[in-house]
């Protein structure tokens, strides 16, 4: 079943995204091809293009570069920078370091839960979201702190996270009506 409103053109520009993601992933495994110890690269690589570690992309590379498929899995479940799910497009880090913690970090986690309705670690309906933890960002000056697409945002309090999704998502939304114009 397909969207009514779906047109031709947004049909065409999918295909065409999907064909430079898959010539993207060929030249990745035409790379690394028969050099040894590449498989952190190449994951490296498919998650850059897709965001994540898909299943389908895994077992072709598994098929392509001739490993197993559970040497790939192991791989991609051992190091904590691989996703084997989709992330949103705002990755939210939450800094549950000691001054973090010391300062209120449960609080602000609680917040940003309910602003976003998931769970630590969730992905939000829309996937405009994700919120993970992150052992220590470094910025213990601004505890308890986050970080989104690289930008630290603290001292906070759970109000001020709260504004800081609203204000991402009203961003979003005039994004969206700029590209709607």
Same mark, same amino acid.
């Given at each position: 079943?397909?969207?009514?409103?779906?047109?031709?053109?947004?049909?065409?520009?999918?295909?065409?995204?999907?064909?430079?993601?898959?010539? #993207?992933?060929?030249?990745?495994?035409? +790379?690394?091809?028969? !050099?040894?110890?590449? /498989? =952190?690269?190449?994951? @490296? &690589?498919?998650?850059?293009?897709?965001?994540?570690?898909?299943?389908?992309?895994?077992?072709?590379?598994?098929?392509?570069?001739?490993?197993?498929?559970?040497?790939?899995?192991?791989? #991609?479940?051992?190091?904590?920078?691989? +996703?084997?799910?989709? !992330?949103?497009?705002? /990755? =939210?880090?939450?800094? @549950? &370091?000691?001054?973090?913690?010391?300062?209120?970090?449960?609080?602000?986690?609680?917040?940003?839960?309910?602003?976003?309705?998931?769970?630590?670690?969730?992905?939000?309906?829309?996937?405009?979201?994700?919120?993970?933890?992150?052992?220590?960002?470094?910025?213990?000056?601004?505890?308890?702190?986050?970080?989104?697409?690289?930008?630290?945002?603290?001292?906070?309090?759970?109000?001020?996270?709260?504004?800081?999704?609203?204000?991402?998502?009203?961003?979003?939304?005039?994004?969206?009506?700029?590209?709607?114009?």
């Amino acid at each position: 079943m397909s969207c009514c409103c779906q047109t031709e053109e947004s049909t065409t520009i999918q295909s065409v995204s999907t064909a430079i993601q898959l010539s #993207a992933l060929e030249d990745l495994i035409n +790379r690394y091809r028969g !050099v040894e110890g590449s /498989l =952190i690269s190449v994951l @490296q &690589g498919v998650q850059e293009l897709y965001g994540y570690l898909p299943r389908p992309v895994l077992e072709h590379i598994s098929l392509q570069l001739g490993m197993k498929k559970a040497r790939i899995y192991g791989v #991609a479940t051992f190091y904590a920078q691989f +996703r084997l799910t989709p !992330v949103g497009k705002h /990755l =939210i880090l939450l800094c @549950q &370091g000691t001054a973090c913690h010391v300062n209120g970090a449960d609080k602000i986690e609680t917040a940003l839960c309910d602003e976003l309705g998931v769970e630590m670690g969730g992905t939000t309906d829309d996937r405009v979201f994700t919120l993970t933890e992150a052992a220590c960002l470094g910025c213990c000056s601004l505890a308890p702190v986050m970080m989104i697409d690289g930008q630290a945002y603290g001292p906070l309090t759970p109000d001020r996270a709260r504004k800081v999704i609203r204000d991402i998502y009203k961003q979003e939304e005039q994004s969206r009506e700029e590209v709607g114009a």
